[in-house]
T-cell receptor, first 116, second 114 residues
Framework: NAGVTQTPKFRVLKTGQSMTLLCAQDMNHEYMYWYRQDPGMGLRLIHYSVGEGTTAKGEVPDGYNVSRLKKQNFLLGLESAAPSQTSVYFC???????????????FGQGTRLTVV | AQTVTQSQPEMSVQEAETVTLSCTYDTSESDYYLFWYKQPPSRQMILVIRQEAYKQQNATENRFSVNFQKAAKSFSLKISDSQLGDAAMYFCAYRRDSNYQLIWGAGTKLIIKP
């Protein structure tokens, strides 16, 4: 049971460089999310997807783009990295929230990104 | 908009003793879910316990239990018989019943003293 897998686990970028973070889940979940975690703060939602081919903005979407071409994968892109995007990024997935007790999100192990 | 507040940035407890972590939230919804997640130094987010708002009975999972006070909008986590492996950041999170987004508190760092 792999669950939610993020690639890579660590990355250092120079300002202005681009990169893509990959998230893969094998639980057939409809919903997927990208969060960032900064010191002293709770996780903040960047973008999310409620199904294959759909994406939507979360709380802090600026500077990021996402794609969900396949149900099991959710990609987070940084087109031009900035030092303010230094953070730990978490991907998560969950089944739809209505009517079920199994509503918790399952998380990947996180990606520590440093932009210098 | 919903908010989640954890007023204790750090807590410490002696091994084998009991500790309670506080969480309050603000919402106008009647149906929602509340969660406690644990984040050890490995960074992995691990679900500790969850509570459905429509259930009056407090959730329990082995040494972990919650005190859910819906009217007061309070959701505290009690850890009994604390163990060294319980040392971690603990996050409280809120989710609307018909929604997907988790709203997170800032976290409480739990230190276990041997």
């Amino acid at each position: 049971n792999a669950g939610v897998t993020q690639t890579p686990k660590f990355r250092v970028l120079k300002t202005g460089q681009s990169m893509t973070l990959l998230c893969a889940q094998d639980m057939n979940h409809e919903y997927m999310y990208w969060y960032r975690q900064d010191p002293g703060m709770g996780l903040r939602l960047i973008h999310y997807s409620v199904g294959e081919g759909t994406t939507a903005k979360g709380e802090v979407p600026d500077g990021y783009n996402v794609s969900r071409l396949k149900k099991q994968n959710f990609l987070l892109g940084l087109e031009s990295a900035a030092p303010s995007q230094t953070s730990v990024y978490f991907c998560a997935s969950s089944p739809p929230g209505t009517g079920g007790v199994n509503t918790e999100a399952f998380f990947g192990q996180g990606t520590r990104l440093t932009v210098v | 908009a919903q908010t989640v507040t954890q007023s204790q940035p750090e807590m410490s407890v002696q091994e084998a003793e009991t500790v309670t972590l506080s969480c309050t939230y603000d919402t106008s919804e009647s149906d929602y879910y509340l969660f406690w997640y644990k984040q050890p130094p490995s960074r992995q987010m691990i679900l500790v316990i969850r509570q459905e708002a429509y259930k009056q009975q407090n959730a329990t999972e082995n040494r972990f239990s919650v005190n859910f006070q819906k009217a007061a909008k309070s959701f505290s986590l009690k850890i009994s018989d604390s163990q060294l492996g319980d040392a971690a950041m603990y996050f409280c999170a809120y989710r609307r019943d018909s929604n997907y987004q988790l709203i997170w508190g800032a976290g409480t760092k739990l230190i276990i003293k041997p």
